[in-house]
T-cell receptor, first 113, second 112 residues
């Protein structure tokens, strides 16, 4: 199993551009999450999904959108990128309720200039 | 004030030393997690606790629900233990959907 994969690993965007961060898991996990990690700060939850077709906002959803059309994929869309969205983005998944462990992807480092 | 506070922020120790990292939280929780973030950025889960104590190899995690406090201990520390250790909580009565609320992490360096 590849686990949780994210693409791209790095990206530089200009202000106002849009992009989609891809996240795929091959563990048949029902719950999936997007977090962002800013320097010196704890990770913060952007959006989460408890299953295909079901998504909800986390702590910091402004400027982002998500969709979950399949169990495997949970893309994060940035519309009109702003410098405040410069961060490292982590996707994670878990099988609820049978497992406590959240499996994290390797992260995407995004710079908006 | 952050809902999850860790101390110390940074810790440098010599190989072989006993390491303690502390985590305090100010909200009701259903579970507390300890995670490790490698220098390359990858994050792995170490423990989940809802009560008592857990041990895995040289790592021991404890939680005191009444005092809203958890500790992560590393025995016989080794340079490969150098990483950021992150405390995170699941708030509320459980359900798993809401993700985790994270502390800022403790940056640990073990010198040979």
């Amino acid at each position: 199993n590849a686990g949780v994969t994210q693409t791209p690993k790095f990206r530089i965007l200009k202000i106002g551009q849009s992009m989609t961060l891809q996240c795929t898991q091959d563990m048949n996990h029902n719950y999936m999450y997007w977090y962002r990690q800013d320097p010196g700060m704890g990770l913060k939850l952007i959006y989460y999904s408890v299953g295909a077709g079901i998504t909800d906002k986390g702590e910091v959803p402004n400027g982002y959108n998500v969709s979950r059309s399949t169990t495997e994929d949970f893309p994060l869309r940035l519309e009109l990128a702003a410098p405040s969205q410069t961060s490292v983005y982590f996707c994670a998944s878990r099988r609820w309720p049978s497992s406590y462990e959240q499996y994290f992807g390797p992260g995407t480092r995004l710079t908006v200039t | 004030k952050n809902e999850v506070e860790q101390s110390p922020q940074n810790l440098t120790a010599q190989e072989g030393e006993f390491i303690t990292i502390n985590c305090s939280y100010s909200v009701g929780i259903s579970a507390l997690h300890w995670l490790q973030q490698h220098p390359g950025g990858g994050i792995v889960s170490l423990f989940m606790l809802s009560s008592g104590k857990k041990k895995h190899g040289r790592l021991i995690a404890t939680i005191n629900i009444q005092e809203k406090h958890s500790s992560l201990h590393i025995t016989a520390s080794h340079p490969r233990d150098s990483a950021v250790y992150i405390c995170a909580v699941e708030k509320g009565s459980g359900g798993g959907a809401d993700g985790l609320t994270f502390g800022k992490g403790t940056h640990l360096i073990i010198q040979p």
